[in-house]
């Protein structure tokens, strides 16, 4: 039996109903003699080639906006998600890519815009039309959303284009390539290479937190030896005193300008970390008088920290 006369020994779709003069339903007229279709999306691959073209011949008579023309128009796309499925294969294990189910939603929008754009009078099949579509969704999908520091689309298309110079390259010389011999396999500058070099470290991040896999102390090191340091305890912190060499620059031309007393007591004090009586018995103050000195001497300092 032939799939048309299969089509025709189907029974007739009620699904969209009208409403009668005798205020019940029935089958709408417009949908009379399509097939009815419980599960459009377990057809096979020829049976649902050959029940587009029925359904696209009747969408072309329905008016937009009607639910004959939904139904149509739904059963369509469930008829064709097959081809969603086959253009999102190569995505699936892509790195940084979202979940199938994600590609596959984005792949159907790109199926919606074909039908919705696809003429049969054309003499076409949907799936020249489809595929582009869908595969095109997706990889603006991957272009929009997958990246983790956004970048010009310029250099994101770069990226892929240095991937695949760099792979054929590898393959040739049998080793990375510079990116002098980047630059003249893709007609570039230099300049431009190292920009997509340096942009395509945006795509994906890494936590701080993860494990690296290179060990510590070098390749030379025995297995018990290595351990498992994340970047973050490989990275340098602030030094605190640091912050203390730019303040001590300035303060020394200061200290070369005061007394011998002043000096000789703030040597006493911040050197060696005398008490203020102590510093009296050791120069003949008293222990008021080493307090007056110290006072005015650290605010004159400070004073003139602030001017200048």
């Given at each position: 039996?032939t799939f048309?006369?299969?089509?025709?020994?189907?029974?007739?779709?009620?699904?969209?109903?009208?409403?009668?003069?005798?205020?019940?339903?029935?089958?709408?007229?417009?949908?009379?003699?399509?097939?009815d279709?419980p599960?459009?999306?377990?057809?096979s691959?020829?049976?649902?080639?050959e029940?587009?073209?029925?359904?696209?011949?009747?969408?072309?008579?329905?008016?937009?906006?009607?639910?004959?023309?939904?139904?149509?128009?739904?059963?369509?796309?469930?008829?064709?998600i097959?081809?969603?499925?086959?253009?999102a294969?190569?995505?699936r294990?892509?790195?940084?890519?979202?979940?199938?189910?994600?590609?596959?939603?984005?792949?159907?929008?790109?199926?919606?815009?074909?039908?919705?754009?696809?003429?049969?009078?054309?003499?076409?099949?949907?799936?020249?039309?489809?595929l582009?579509y869908i595969t095109?969704e997706?990889?603006?999908?991957?272009?929009?959303t997958?990246?983790?520091?956004?970048v010009?689309?310029?250099?994101?298309e770069?990226?892929?284009?240095?991937a695949?110079a760099?792979e054929?390259?590898?393959?040739?010389t049998?080793?990375?390539?510079?990116?002098?011999?980047?630059?003249?396999?893709?007609?570039?500058?230099?300049d431009?290479?190292?920009?997509g070099?340096?942009?395509?470290?945006g795509?994906?991040?890494?936590?701080?937190?993860?494990?690296q896999d290179?060990?510590?102390?070098?390749?030379?090191?025995?297995?018990?030896?290595?351990?498992?340091r994340?970047?973050a305890?490989?990275m340098?912190?602030?030094?605190?005193?640091?912050e203390?060499?730019?303040?001590?620059?300035a303060?020394?031309?200061?200290?070369?300008?005061?007394?011998?007393?002043?000096?000789q007591?703030l040597?006493?004090?911040?050197?060696?970390?005398?008490?203020?009586?102590?510093?009296?018995?050791?120069?003949?103050?008293?222990?008021?008088?080493?307090?007056?000195v110290?006072?005015?001497?650290?605010?004159?300092?400070?004073?003139?920290l602030l001017?200048?």
């Amino acid at each position: 039996m032939t799939f048309t006369a299969k089509a025709e020994a189907m029974t007739p779709t009620t699904i969209p109903t009208t409403a009668t003069p005798g205020g019940g339903t029935g089958e709408a007229p417009a949908l009379g003699g399509l097939p009815d279709v419980p599960c459009p999306r377990e057809l096979s691959t020829r049976d649902a080639r050959e029940l587009t073209h029925v359904f696209f011949e009747r969408l072309q008579s329905l008016e937009e906006g009607t639910r004959e023309y939904q139904y149509v128009r739904n059963t369509l796309i469930e008829m064709n998600i097959s081809l969603v499925q086959f253009a999102a294969r190569p995505f699936r294990d892509r790195p940084g890519g979202p979940e199938n189910e994600d590609i596959i939603q984005v792949g159907i929008i790109g199926l919606i815009k074909a039908i919705d754009r696809y003429d049969p009078e054309r003499n076409t099949q949907l799936t020249t039309l489809a595929l582009p579509y869908i595969t095109g969704e997706i990889k603006r999908h991957f272009r929009d959303t997958t990246w983790a520091v956004r970048v010009p689309r310029r250099l994101q298309e770069l990226r892929l284009e240095l991937a695949k110079a760099t792979e054929e390259l590898t393959a040739e010389t049998d080793h990375a390539p510079t990116p002098s011999e980047l630059a003249e396999r893709l007609d570039l500058t230099e300049d431009e290479v190292r920009q997509g070099l340096v942009a395509a470290n945006g795509y994906s991040t890494q936590s701080l937190d993860v494990p690296q896999d290179s060990p510590a102390g070098g390749p030379h090191v025995s297995t018990a030896a290595r351990t498992a340091r994340s970047l973050a305890e490989t990275m340098g912190d602030i030094d605190p005193a640091l912050e203390a060499v730019e303040d001590r620059h300035a303060l020394a031309p200061l200290l070369a300008g005061l007394d011998e007393r002043s000096t000789q007591i703030l040597e006493l004090r911040f050197g060696q970390e005398m008490t203020q009586a102590e510093i009296g018995a050791e120069i003949g103050l008293s222990q008021m008088q080493v307090s007056r000195v110290l006072t005015r001497t650290l605010g004159s300092l400070r004073a003139e920290l602030l001017h200048a």
